[in-house]
Structures are given as structure tokens and as C-alpha cells.
């Protein structure tokens, strides 16, 4: 039970990782894909690209967009967690160390 705390924030600690890492991946992504997008849209060679092709292409960028924004939010959420999980994980510590440093012959009156 007491290894609980480092265990979450050590599980914590991946995700936002891996989150990050996938949030760089889609921003690289993204970034490409809009190249495209605009050399399709305002390129004379875009001129030849069909209709339905240069939609595939806006609706993957703003699929993108959006998985951008929701990895934003879910860093957030996650570092909140991992915030609040120290707090608590420090709060324990205050719990269990307290009684240890005050000797048995004091009596505590509240």
C-alpha cells in the first residue's frame, strides 16, 4: 500500500511520455499534411489533383488538428493528476512520519 503512490506516479510518468511523444509525432504529421493541402489548393499542379482528393486531404488535416487538441487537453489532465498524486503522496508521508517524531511521553492535547 505504501508503494502505491510511486507506482501511480511512476505509471504517470509514462503515459505523459508517450503522450508527449505522439503529440510531437501528430504536430510533424499535421505540419506535412498542411504543405499538402496548400500545394493542392494554390499550386497550378493542384489544379490537377481531383475534388474528392484535395477533401481526403482537409478532412485528414483536420482529424489531425483535432487529435492535436485532444492530446493538449490529456497532457493537461494528466499532469494535473500527477500534481495532485505528489500532493497526496506527500500529505501520506506528513501522515506516517508525524507520529514517529513525536516521543511516546508526549501527550498531545487539541
Do not use: W
Not at 12 to 40: C, F, G, H, P, Q
Not at 52 to 80: D, S
Request: aromatic content about 6%.
Amino acid at each position: 500500500m505504501e508503494d502505491l503512490p510511486s507506482l501511480i506516479s511512476s505509471a504517470i510518468e509514462s503515459a505523459l511520455n508517450n503522450a508527449e511523444a505522439m503529440r510531437v509525432y501528430a504536430a510533424e504529421k499535421a505540419d506535412k499534411l498542411t504543405s499538402v493541402v496548400e500545394a493542392i489548393t494554390f499550386s497550378e499542379a493542384g489544379g490537377k489533383v481531383g475534388e474528392k482528393e484535395r477533401a481526403i486531404c482537409k478532412f485528414g488535416l483536420l482529424n489531425l488538428r483535432q487529435f492535436q487538441a485532444y492530446l493538449g487537453v490529456l497532457l493537461e489532465e494528466m499532469a494535473a493528476c500527477n500534481n495532485r498524486l505528489a500532493k497526496l503522496d506527500q500529505e501520506l508521508l506528513g501522515t506516517y512520519l508525524m507520529p514517529m517524531l513525536i516521543p511516546p511521553c508526549v501527550q498531545i492535547v487539541a
